[in-house]
Structures are given as structure tokens and as C-alpha cells.
């Protein structure tokens, strides 16, 4: 099996949790991109190892993705803009005979929770905590709100990494040089020599997805979120008037069988 390049980390214990402090103090590696479409074939080839998206028969892309030959597809209530199509996986991941659409080296997309974990213990890794996913992103910055700090990516001149530029859901004017996925390694990488950490597609954590919060609207949000993972990074669909999750500080849940065009993961090893 193939091992990507890593980079060897030594989190610092939070103050604010001395249980957890020992093991957040461990050092451990971590993967510089995300983990592309060729690795994963590599894995597949491997194992044989199918896909939760291709056992269901389907996943959710974009809807600007979804090829005219597809023909109508089934919207996701008060989100309009994800759609269900039949075929779409991995290997093809915007539906059927969209197999050339599955470059090698961008990141692998519709890859549940599961999915990931399955790629990690193949590679003799874990996917990374939320406190280590977070101390990697700052890179020794100090409490940063971006990988590169604090300056505020825009819709013009400054393109840092890959979300969206215009008018969401309607309008991208892919400012930054993409429309869907980046390759993994492109953009300039964090100071620790990270890829991608945030842009482009989320990143599954290992833990379940919480938010503390006293409000009852959002007690009664989490209410149906039971057994939701965390996700970090945001991703290309991600835009400050609809999406602000491309900071550091900030998180997604969904189902550990849910996959879509814009999810995908990164490895850690424990040294």
C-alpha cells in the first residue's frame, strides 16, 4: 500500500481540558493533501472495498454539476441546490458516464464517514480528532481564524483557497481558478506545509458533531442530528452570505452514511 507524504505534529494540551491533555500532547502525522481519487483506487484495486454511495445507488451533487444527459433529479428539501442522482459515486461523481470528471489528483469525494474510516485503517491511520485537526490548521499561528491568518478571502483579489466567488447558489465566478475541486495540492499550504485545510471539500473528523449551546432552537436542531459526525474545513461551495464554515474555529455534522460532491477526508497516524 502507498503512504502519502506526512507531516510529524506535537499538539499542544488545551488548558481548558487537563483530563484529555496527555493524548492531545501526543505527536502524530499528518497527511499534507487530503486523500486524492488515485489513492483510493489504489485502496479499492487493493480490497475490492465498494463504496456506501455505490451500495445505496446513489449520491447528492450540485445541481450545476448534474449533467443535462442525467435528466430530472430529486431536490433536498429547503436546500434545493443538492440533488439526488442515481450512479453518482467516486469513480463517476457527477453520475453516470462521468467517469473522466474523476481526476487522479484532486481530492476523492462521496465518501461517507464509514467510507473513510475504512481508507485510514487500510493505510494504518485514523481520521484526526477535532483538536488535532484544529492545531494543524493554525500551525503555531496563534488563535488564527484562516491557515494563512486573518486576512478575509473576497469575491476579487484575494483568492486563498477554493470556495465559492459571486452569488450563491446561482452565480460562481470561480475567481480563485475553480469552479468544483482544486487538486489537492494547490493554493499556497499552511505553515506547517498543509494543503487545502480548508476549501475545497470537508474534512470528516473522528468525533461526533456537538454544538453547546443554551438556545432551544438549536437544542431542537441537535434533537435530530443524533450519531452525526464532525466535519471541518468547509469546502468549494462555501461562501460568507450562506456558508461561513471555511474558518478554522467552525464545523458541520451529517449522518456517518451521508456522502456528496463537495465531502472528503485526511489521514493522521499516531507516532
Not at 475490492?48 to 431536490?75: H, I, K, L, M, N
Not at 489537492?184 to 505553515?191: D, G, L, Q
Not at 443554551?214 to 443524533?226: A, C
Request: charged share 20%; with cysteine.
Amino acid at each position: 500500500m502507498r503512504y502519502p507524504l506526512r507531516v510529524k505534529l506535537r499538539p499542544k494540551p488545551s488548558k481548558a481540558d487537563v483530563r484529555s491533555a496527555q493524548s492531545r500532547s501526543s505527536p502524530f502525522g499528518m497527511a499534507v493533501t487530503t486523500v486524492t481519487n488515485d489513492a483510493f483506487r489504489t485502496f479499492v484495486d487493493a480490497t475490492g472495498y465498494v463504496t456506501e454511495a455505490e451500495r445505496f445507488g446513489w449520491s447528492f451533487v450540485f445541481w450545476s454539476q448534474v449533467p443535462q444527459s442525467v435528466g430530472p433529479t430529486q431536490a433536498v428539501n429547503e436546500v434545493e441546490w443538492w440533488r439526488r442522482v442515481d450512479g453518482a459515486c467516486w469513480f463517476a461523481p457527477n453520475g453516470p458516464d462521468t467517469e473522466g470528471d474523476c481526476l487522479p489528483d484532486h481530492p476523492v469525494v462521496h465518501i461517507s464517514w464509514n467510507d473513510a474510516r475504512a481508507y485510514a485503517n487500510w493505510v494504518g491511520g485514523r481520521l484526526p480528532t477535532k483538536a488535532e485537526w484544529e492545531h494543524a490548521a493554525r500551525a503555531d499561528q496563534g488563535d488564527v481564524r484562516f491557515p494563512w491568518g486573518n486576512d478575509e478571502p473576497n469575491d476579487t483579489a484575494f483568492t486563498p483557497c477554493n470556495i465559492w466567488q459571486g452569488d450563491f447558489p446561482k452565480v460562481n465566478t470561480a475567481a480563485d481558478g475553480f469552479v468544483t475541486t482544486a487538486p489537492a495540492r494547490s493554493f499556497e499550504p499552511n505553515p506547517w506545509g498543509l494543503y487545502n485545510v480548508v476549501g475545497n471539500v470537508w474534512e470528516w473528523n473522528a468525533g461526533p458533531y456537538r454544538v453547546r449551546s443554551l438556545k432551544r432552537s438549536v437544542k431542537q436542531r441537535l434533537s435530530g442530528m443524533k450519531g452525526y459526525k464532525l466535519s471541518k474545513g468547509g469546502s468549494f461551495l462555501c461562501h460568507r452570505s450562506y456558508c461561513y464554515r471555511y474558518r478554522i474555529a467552525a464545523r458541520s455534522g451529517s449522518s456517518p452514511d451521508s456522502s456528496t460532491t463537495h465531502h472528503g477526508f485526511r489521514v493522521v497516524w499516531s507516532d
